[in-house]
Structure formats: structure tokens, C-alpha cells
């Protein structure tokens, strides 16, 4: 899976569980939380959302890795390359 | 018995906190059973019929309600979670409501979902108060009231501090008090920043069908999740063994095991139900150390007289209002009755009065009277004197209300117009909820992080202090979130 792919992945889990949000211009390497109102519990649910669909384990102490959308992409993608994916 | 089912989570109780725990938690995968010993889910806002008309039970208007775009607030928050589009809960917004206070409403204060309204009612009734109230306001707004850990502090001590008029600080109280608190006479602070911006700085919507349209609509998310459910199936005992929920013996008898356990029946409740003291075989098992907090049951109750009209309210004369919570007396009194019922305040609705669009209307006229009343005075009473003291209550309490309505063209226009009523009593309200007391807000003491003694077991819904029908969603979802889910356990 290429680090756009995985972009792509996180975004269609946002559309998801924020569907009031508009996704659609959002900058790769801003904060996701400066750019859309996202709290604890919806960052809970991207982890939770990634392990339901994608077998992604994200450890609490990792959660920072999530802050963009390209932290999300370095931290993800060898996640799921070693998924086979 | 040899076989017994095993859940990841158990929940006890189909009300709204039990559904919206039970829809995060089967979403994620958990196997999960929902047990409610009634016939129908929603619990403290549930529905039922009679002669062939809906009733709602408690929902007078659902608080919270804001418009599509405003994010960062309880029902957003909700809808969220639960996956739920704004729109498959069909809210409709109140017309206007009022705090009406005086021997026949003299003093008036009108909101509606527009909190400036509110704020230009404040300043015309109470020009020296309007700074301090102000002032109060920006508090409440950067209040952080779901933090988990917050500090208890006496509501009546910080508002005073704000708006020093006696009679505008009632006012404030009185809606505040009626749509939520478990406890006389104050609140604590955190738990009326909750009310105070689900009232005034959000404000009321129903669906035109009223209650079950949300219950179908979290219903039908549980199912779709894979969630189980088994109605007229209470859960009779909690089994704790060495501080651990090791099973739930339900009111056929079976025993069932979970790895977790959510109980929305209140704290109080729960705690009976860890004790030993009923089992269906008879045996007496050794008493078991069930959650040490011992929360006191709640004071409060509350009786409700519901009339059918034949024709619109507004044709009555009485006017566009929602919901009117009024106080006749010079200090409003939030405490439990000393008479069987206390008519001297409590709150109208009349759900007509919703702007349901140009073409809906609900199919008759509804008007709904709600006052405290003595749960002691009604529970025991012989079934002759109960039916009497709800004949003669029902009329003191209509003819206590009107004197906050306009006048009636004549004066047996309401008795004309009447097609039907109905009433509930601190009585009923125990029998289809197991509220111990008729307490409909639960225990005064709250437990904002959920956890009891039993290290598997959990309280949500209003005793864990989320109030209202969004607050008992927001309960569940975090329970849910917070004891469950983010632990990955």
C-alpha cells in the first residue's frame, strides 16, 4: 500500500464517522484537530475503526502518530505492509 | 443449570443509555445483550397506548437540540457515535417556551432556540442584572462540564456570585431544576452547566411522533450491528464473587456470564441488585460484597396529568407556547412534597406547539401538566383511595397550570374540549421503571466515572450524571468508550 493509499484509507473512516465534516480540501500536513472539530472520542474512533476494518492495532502511546493526515501515512503504511497489504 | 451463554458485555436496561452503550459496543464487534424487564425499550422515556391512542412517557421536548453545522455539542456528539444522520431523528424545533413566576405568571422571561431572545427577556425584566448574567453565561459556556473528574461545588454558591436577585436567580433554577435534578433545593455546579446549556444555550425539538421515533432509530442501529436483545427479561440478581461480576441470574431463572457489565438501572438499584437477598431457587447465597459506595435513593418524585383535546391548543386561546415552567410562590420550593402532589410549581407542555412544517400536526390536542409529588403519600395507598387521589389531583393540578395560560373563552371550554386523559404518578413510574422512589433523575449522588466496587461492572444512564434523553446517550456512548472499548479490553 503506497503512503496515498493509506491517506485514503483514514479519510474514508473520517467521511465515516464525520460525515458533518467536509474532507475534501484538507492539508496533508496540518493537524487533523486544527482543521475539522474532532475530539477524543472521535479519535478513538479512527483507532477503533482501523482495527475493525483493517486489523491495525494502534497502541494509546502511539496516538499522536495520528495528528495529519501525513503522520497518519508514515505510521500506517508500514503497518499495513507488514499486513501484506 | 450446566450450559450458560456467555456475553463480552452484558447490559441491563433498553433505555436510551442501554441502547446507545449497546450500539458503540456491537459495532466494535462485541458480542452484547441488552436485558429489559419491560415490554417496551426506552425506559424512562418510553411509550405506551390506550385505547388505541400514543402516549410519550417522559418526553415533554427533547433538550440539546441544535441546527446542522453546529458541531462540539452533546447531540453531534451523539449522532456521531452512533452513525446516526441528523435526519433520521426528524427534530422539529419549539415554537417558544417561558419561566413564568408570580400567583398568576406576573413575571415572565421568554427563550426559545435562539439564546438572545433569552438574553434581551433578561435585560428588560432584570436591567441591573444583566451584567452579572452575562457574566454567568460566559462561565457556563467555557465550563468543562463532561470532565470526568470534576470537583463538586454548590451551583446556588456560583450563580450567586453572578445574579444577586433572588427572583432571577429562581427563575433560572426552575427549568433547570424540573428537566433534570436529583437533588433539593441546589445542584451541584458541573450538573447545572449540563442543564443550563441543554435548555437555554441549545434548546427543545421532537420528532412529530415523538419518543419512539428515536427508539426505532437506535433499534434499528443495534440490530443492524448485530446486537442482541431479550425484552420482558429482567436481570433479577448480579452475582459478585471476590469484587467481580461473575454472573447475572435473569427473572426466568437463567444464569448467564459476562466479561463486562453495564447496568442502567440506577445506583441504588444496582447495588440491590449485588445483594443476595433474591435468588429463584430459593437458596440463600452468602452475602456478597456488592459496591461499596452506598448512593442514597433519589427524593424526588413526580406526578403527570396528560389531556386529549379535540382541537388544537392554540384554539383554546392559550397561544404558541411549548413548554411553560411556572412558580406561584415568592421562593420556588425544588424539594420533595409534603402534600401528595405540590401544585405550586411544575411545567406545561403542550407538544402541538412545535413547528411540525406547514402541512404536519400531531392527530389531537395534547396538554401536559408535570408537578412534584410525594412518592410516599401515592406508593401504598389502597387501590380505591389511589384512583381518588388521581381524580382529585388531576383537577388541582389543571386548575393550578391555567393561571399561566391565558384565560379560557369560557369556563368549561377545557372540559368540552377534553376528549380523553390520563395520569401517572410517582406509583407508576416504579412500577414500569424500577426507580426505587419514583425518582425519574435517580440518586442525588452521581458517579461521573461509572465504576462501582465490582471491577466488571459499570453505571450508566442518569446516575451516572449525563442528564436528559441526549445525556443518557452520551452516558452510554461513554461508558462504553471509557470502561470498554478504549482499553481494547
Known amino acids: 500500500m503506497t503512503k496515498d493509499e493509506t491517506k485514503q484509507v483514514v479519510l474514508d473512516i473520517i467521511a465515516d464517522i464525520a460525515p458533518d465534516e467536509d474532507i475534501s480540501n484538507l492539508k496533508p500536513d496540518v493537524r487533523l484537530r486544527d482543521q475539522m472539530q474532532l475530539d477524543s472520542m472521535d479519535f478513538l474512533d479512527i483507532v477503533m475503526e482501523l482495527r475493525k476494518r483493517h486489523n491495525i492495532e494502534v497502541p494509546e502511546a502511539d496516538y499522536p502518530q495520528l495528528a495529519s493526515l501525513d503522520s497518519c501515512a508514515e505510521y500506517l503504511t508500514p503497518k499495513f505492509t507488514a499486513l501484506g497489504k | ?489
Request: charged letters at 25%.
Open chain 2, 1 to 489: 443449570m450446566t450450559t450458560s451463554t456467555h456475553y463480552d458485555v452484558a447490559i441491563i436496561g433498553a433505555g436510551m443509555a442501554g441502547l446507545a452503550a449497546g450500539i458503540r459496543l456491537a459495532h466494535f464487534g462485541k458480542k452484547v445483550c441488552i436485558f429489559e424487564r419491560h415490554n417496551a425499550p426506552g425506559g424512562l422515556n418510553s411509550f405506551y397506548s390506550i385505547d388505541g391512542r400514543k402516549y410519550d412517557v417522559g418526553l415533554h421536548a427533547m433538550t440539546n437540540f441544535v441546527r446542522a453545522g453546529v458541531k462540539g455539542t452533546p447531540l453531534t456528539k451523539l449522532l456521531r457515535q452512533l452513525r446516526i444522520e441528523r435526519d433520521e431523528f426528524a427534530l422539529c424545533e419549539q415554537k417558544r417556551s417561558r419561566v413564568a413566576f408570580g400567583p398568576r405568571g406576573e413575571v415572565s422571561l421568554t427563550f426559545t432556540n435562539d439564546f438572545t431572545v433569552f438574553e434581551s427577556e433578561v435585560a428588560r425584566q432584570f436591567p441591573a442584572q444583566i451584567d452579572g448574567f452575562r457574566r454567568l453565561v460566559a462561565l457556563i459556556r467555557t465550563y468543562d462540564d463532561v470532565s470526568l473528574g470534576a470537583q463538586p461545588e454548590s451551583a446556588r454558591a456560583v450563580i450567586r456570585r453572578h445574579v444577586t436577585d433572588p427572583l432571577l436567580e429562581d427563575m433560572l433554577f426552575c427549568p433547570v431544576m424540573y428537566y433534570g435534578s436529583a437533588t433539593e433545593h441546589d445542584m451541584e455546579f458541573g450538573q447545572f452547566v449540563i442543564m443550563f446549556k441543554a435548555l437555554f444555550l441549545e434548546g427543545f425539538a421532537r420528532p412529530l411522533d415523538g419518543v419512539r421515533v428515536i427508539i426505532r432509530t437506535l433499534l434499528d442501529k443495534y440490530r443492524a450491528a448485530g446486537g442482541e436483545r431479550r425484552m420482558k427479561c429482567g436481570v433479577q440478581k448480579i452475582v459478585v464473587r471476590d469484587g467481580h461480576a461473575s454472573a447475572l441470574i435473569l427473572d426466568n431463572g437463567e444464569e448467564v456470564t459476562a466479561t463486562h457489565v453495564i447496568s442502567t438501572a440506577g445506583a441504588p438499584e444496582t447495588e440491590r441488585l449485588c445483594r443476595s437477598d433474591r435468588r429463584s431457587d430459593g437458596r440463600e447465597v452468602r452475602p456478597a460484597a456488592g459496591p461499596a459506595r452506598d448512593h442514597p435513593t433519589g427524593e424526588l418524585s413526580y406526578t403527570e396529568t396528560i389531556t386529549v383535546l379535540d382541537r388544537e391548543p392554540s384554539a383554546l386561546g392559550w397561544g404558541d407556547d411549548t413548554i411553560v415552567f411556572f412558580n406561584d410562590s415568592e421562593k420556588f420550593t425544588y424539594a420533595r412534597s409534603e402534600a401528595q402532589v405540590d401544585t405550586r410549581s411544575g411545567v406545561i407542555c403542550i407538544p402541538n406547539n412545535f413547528d411540525f412544517g406547514p402541512e404536519a400536526h400531531l392527530p389531537e390536542g395534547l396538554f401536559r401538566c408535570t408537578c412534584l409529588a410525594s412518592y410516599d403519600q401515592w406508593v401504598n395507598l389502597p387501590e380505591d383511595d389511589y384512583q381518588a387521589a388521581k381524580i382529585r389531583w388531576y383537577g388541582e393540578i389543571q386548575k393550578s397550570a391555567q393561571r399561566f395560560l391565558p384565560p379560557l373563552p369560557s369556563a368549561d371550554a377545557l372540559v368540552r374540549a377534553t376528549r380523553a386523559t390520563d395520569m401517572f404518578t410517582p406509583r407508576t413510574i416504579t412500577k414500569f421503571t424500577g426507580r426505587l422512589g419514583g425518582a425519574i433523575y435517580g440518586s442525588p449522588q452521581k458517579v461521573r466515572d461509572g465504576r462501582t466496587a465490582v471491577d466488571n461492572l459499570y453505571l450508566a444512564g442518569t446516575d451516572q450524571g449525563f442528564l436528559g434523553i441526549i445525556g443518557a446517550m452520551l452516558s452510554g456512548i461513554s461508558m462504553a468508550n471509557f470502561h470498554i472499548l478504549a482499553g481494547g479490553k
